[in-house]
C-alpha cells in the first residue's frame, strides 16, 4: 500500500464546512478514488498556514519525526482548485517548493467529491 502525505489549505480547512481535514482527502485515500491511483495509507496530514512559508519545512518535520518516507504528497484538492486562489503561491509553485525541498513526487489533486 502507498503512503503518502496530504497537504491541506488552513485557511479553507478554518472556514469551510466539509472541510478536506473532515473526509474526502481521507476517503478518497483509503479507496483509491480520485488522485489515488490505489487505496493509500495516509501517513501524514499537514496543514498549510499563510502565506505559506512554514509548509516545506513542517512537512519535512512531520516526515523526520514520523520516520516515514512516504511515496508522494498531494496537494488537496481544495488547495490546488481553489476559488479565489491562494494569494501567496500557485499551485505549481508550492509543488515545486515541496518537492525540491522533500525530493518526493507531488501530486496536484486529492478527491472529485462534491
Ligand atoms: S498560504 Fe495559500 S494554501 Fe496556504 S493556507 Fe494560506 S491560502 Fe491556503
Known amino acids: 500500500m502507498e503512503k503518502v502525505v496530504i497537504i491541506g489549505c488552513g485557511a479553507y480547512m478554518d472556514s469551510g464546512y466539509g472541510c478536506p481535514g473532515e ?3 481521507l476517503k478518497a485515500a483509503s479507496f483509491g478514488e480520485g488522485k489515488f491511483d490505489s487505496p493509500s495509507s495516509v501517513v501524514s496530514f499537514v496543514k498549510c498556514e499563510c502565506p505559506g ?5 513542517n512537512t519535512g518535520m512531520a516526515m523526520k519525526l514520523s520516520e516515514i518516507k512516504p511515496d508522494a ?3 488537496s484538492s481544495c488547495m490546488v482548485n481553489a476559488k479565489p ?5 500557485t499551485a505549481e509553485e508550492m509543488a515545486k517548493i515541496l518537492q525540491d525541498k522533500t ?4 501530486v496536484p489533486g486529492t478527491h472529485d467529491y462534491h
Open 23 to 25: 473526509w474526502r482527502c
Open 53 to 57: 512559508r512554514s509548509l516545506a519545512p
Open 73 to 75: 504528497i498531494h496537494l
Open 85 to 89: 486562489a491562494c494569494p501567496y503561491a
Open 103 to 106: 525530493g518526493i513526487p507531488v
